[in-house]
């Protein structure tokens, strides 16, 4: 748990507001109750702040532990027995308080498009979910495009070269012949994902300020250049601008016209809100600065960490953050209500906030009207969207009327991801947010690549992420820009598909060296398909797709029934001592590659900075303008890659092959694999982020001369707690991940045995 900040404030005679966060959540109540009882409440509050472990009062042995010491507090006179009713009276209202920011905390809230996934597969007899992954403006929004009746005017889904799916849609292709209702669903970001987005905005113009203030620039370029920065993610993900309107800079005419007023006006007092706080700062901690004087007085670098770490302007700091989520969640409000009284759809809400929207039978041929508020992208719907606050969307929509009958008889559902970006510097081959893809939800991957950038950096990160952790059994690769792509040497497509496989083999041997590969190269090319026509908007081609879908799922599970030789034991049996050698090569291997990213090739301080941030919010990765550092990536991808290589040779088989499946116990093996991934994600998420959150945050606050070096070699000293080397004379933390994959391992066979 982050530290609770409590402030109270009397509204009336025995009414009192509290104001209390916890990093990026708050809840603001206001309770009935006379000054002392305010004040008993604050105090319990603040000694649950002091003591962690008594902060899950959902627990009943944690509450009655928190009941039990709370009356501790006020001595002997106020025993549990005698059930001193103010004590009651408080202790009960602070465990409401306490039981809503561990309902805040928690990532299980409702969530209208999980609701609207598990309802289709349980409605549809044939069900096939095709996760899309790709570097971004490879096209994968281009083919969900071409496979749905959506006119080519209406902008969903956005489709551009650059980065435009900024969140994961799910897309229900349907026949609208078959079926007449079409529903859609929104789950959006919850408040403490906006607090941190809006923080890192924050974090982003003071950086531009204190450089500005050091270059002794003008107060407008300061102004130009650090609003810039804050509505400019690097990810190019959270874009605010869509939300609250372009900024606009000073010698911009359009500030001038009367609708950009008030857009205008906010932006300047956002600056200025940070502005006035930095001079304020500098002028009480650089001797002779004014913010009026025209001296150029050198700045030390130092003063901007001094001014992110001091606990007071945190708090300021926070007051402004928070205030700008409150506009936005406003939005929200007010755009999903307009939806609601024009009979577009019904919010969805968690006790009282909003946490998403949906639609049980939107009108088809208005689909534009519902979606937009969501997914726009358009700058002409600036301010009336709220498509940076989306998690994620459900869709069903019905498939392109000119596709053959048979096609359109299957559902099939596309989820579309946020693409990866490639930073040719990046080399250590994981791939950023992988932790986030639990493969075994999906039924085939489809890896979208460009034919005329084929297998750059991106997608064999991307191949080497679904070699390791996937069912193989599971990948098609889809070829789009097939048209535009060409050489002089080509005398017909063979000679380009040739020139394609070539490159994909190549690659594949680079993945993995030994004799086993053959397999997979041999199968992945009937599972290759060449887009061509796909621009130039040629049913034939999405036909084509469909039917490969469709072909490729049909006894695409037929390997998952066997029988066992002897029904007693697992289905494989593994040498468990042998997973020591695993973690120990896995280990030496991350920790060899961390410490030539922190000591090496070590990158700007800034994005090493953020890192630690990101890392104390429970976030794996930073991308920085040069170098995205994912230490949590790297991890699983090393150790999947090991704990591949054992799976691959088991001790024992304990079910008969069947000659009528190819390659029968090397797919039992994948799944085996995909099924060991997806829990060991978990668990490494958990031990790399969510139990170290307080040693990142101490990392990221640390500031002062020398702390680029302490921050990266801090990085790596935690790095090995967290996985320390094995010693065989005494019992580590490294003893316990290997009981924790060899869990794993056992819990795994068991399902599958049951299958």
């Keep these: 748990m982050g530290e609770i900040k409590v402030s109270v404030k009397r509204e009336k005679e025995n009414s009192y507001q509290f104001d209390i966060r916890m990093g990026g959540i708050r809840t603001r109540p206001t309770i009935e109750c006379t000054e002392e009882s305010a004040l008993l409440i604050q105090k319990q509050l603040s000694f649950v702040n002091e003591n962690p472990e008594l902060f899950n009062v959902d627990e009943p042995l944690i509450l009655s532990e928190f009941i039990s010491r709370i009356y501790g507090l006020y001595g002997e006179n106020a025993s549990i027995s005698q059930g001193n009713e103010l004590i009651n009276a408080t202790i009960s209202e602070t465990t409401k308080i306490l039981r809503v920011l561990i309902k805040k905390t928690s990532i299980v809230r409702k969530s209208p498009v999980g ?27 281009t083919i969900v495009k071409k496979l749905s009746n959506i006119p080519d005017d209406v902008d969903f889904p956005v489709v551009d070269t650059a980065r435009t799916t900024i969140h994961d849609t799910h897309y229900i292709f349907k026949d609208k012949d078959l079926y007449k209702e079409f529903t859609f669903s929104v789950d959006f970001k919850p408040n403490f994902e906006i607090f941190r987005l809006v923080s890192e905005c924050y974090t982003r113009a003071v950086d531009k300020i204190f450089i500005g203030i050091q270059e002794n620039k003008s107060k407008n370029e300061i102004r130009d250049k650090s609003m810039m920065d804050f509505v400019s993610d690097p990810d190019k993900i959270f874009k605010i601008e869509y939300v609250l309107g372009k900024y606009y800079e000073i010698d911009n005419s359009k500030r001038n016209l009367e609708d950009k007023l008030l857009q205008i006006k906010f932006w300047d007092k956002t600056f200025e809100d940070i502005y006035t706080m930095i001079i304020n700062f500098v002028i009480d901690n650089v001797q002779g600065f004014s913010d009026k004087s025209e001296n150029n007085i050198a700045i030390e670098k130092n003063i901007r960490d001094l001014f992110l770490k001091d606990e007071n302007l945190k708090g300021e700091l ?45 009108i088809i041929e208005r689909m534009e009207e519902y979606v937009t508020p969501f997914s726009s992208t358009s700058i002409k719907n600036f301010t009336n969207i709220i498509t940076p606050l ?48 639990i493969y075994n939800n999906y039924d085939i991957i489809g890896i979208v690549d460009s034919a005329k950038q084929s297998m750059n950096g991106t997608t064999e990160n991307i191949l080497r992420e679904i070699y390791n952790n996937a069912d193989k059994s599971k990948v098609m690769l889809m070829y789009t820009f097939y048209d535009d792509f060409t050489k002089k040497d080509f005398e017909d497509d063979i000679d380009k598909n040739n ?10 041997r680079k993945i993995d060296a030994t004799e086993s590969v053959h ?19 040629d049913n034939r081609c999405i036909d084509k797709l469909l039917t490969s879908i469709q072909d490729h799922f049909i006894n695409l599970y037929d390997y998952k029934t066997f029988i066992l030789k002897d029904t007693k034991k697992p289905i494989m049996a593994f040498n468990y001592k042998r997973l020591a050698l695993v ?17 090496q090739n070590y990158t700007h301080y800034k994005t090493t900075e953020a890192l630690t941030n990101r890392l104390s919010n429970g976030q794996t990765y930073f991308s920085g303008v040069t170098k995205t550092l994912k230490p949590v990536d790297d991890f699983c991808s090393i150790l999947m890659s090991k704990i591949e290589l054992f ?3 088991p001790d024992n088989i304990n079910f008969y092959i069947k000659t009528t499946i190819p390659n029968h116990s090397e797919r039992v093996i994948d799944w ?42 801090g990085i790596l000293k935690e790095l090995n707690n967290i996985l320390p080397e094995l010693d065989i004379e005494y019992t580590t933390f490294a003893d316990r991940w290997i009981d924790e994959i060899e869990s794993i391992f056992e819990k795994v066979l068991n399902d599958m045995k049951n299958y």
């Design 519 to 537: 397999n997979f190269i041999s199968s992945i090319q009937k599972n290759t398909l060449f887009l061509k026509g796909l621009m130039l908007n």
């Design 318 to 362: 926070g007051n402004l953050v928070w205030g700008v989520v409150e506009i936005l969640e406003e939005k929200i409000k007010i755009i999903c209500s307009e939806l609601e009284q024009n009979g577009m759809g019904n919010m969805v809400k968690d006790g009282n906030y909003i946490v998403g929207f949906k639609n049980d039978n939107y």
């Design 499 to 508: 020139f394609l496989i070539d490159i994909q083999n190549t690659t594949f």
């Design 115 to 141: 609701e609207l996934m598990i309802k289709a597969k349980c409605t549809f007899s044939t069900f096939i979910r095709l996760l899309f992954l790709g570097q971004f403006g490879t096209g994968k929004s």
């Design 647 to 649: 799976i691959k040779n």
């Design 583 to 599: 973690f120990s090569k896995a280990q030496d291997d991350f920790i060899k590659q961390q410490t030539n990213l922190y000591l």
């Design 672 to 713: 085996l694999k995909e099924e060991i991934s997806g829990n060991l994600k978990i668990i490494v998420k958990r031990i790399f982020v969510e139990t170290r959150t307080k040693t990142w945050y101490n990392l990221y606050m640390d500031g002062d001369s020398g702390v680029d070096y302490r921050r990266r070699t």
């Design 390 to 437: 989306v998690q994620s969307i459900a869709i069903e929509i019905p498939y392109n009327e000119k596709l053959s009958k048979a096609n359109k008889s299957k559902v099939i559902c596309i989820t579309d991801t946020v693409g990866f970006e490639h930073r040719k510097t990046d080399d250590t081959g994981s791939l950023e947010g992988s932790t986030n893809y």
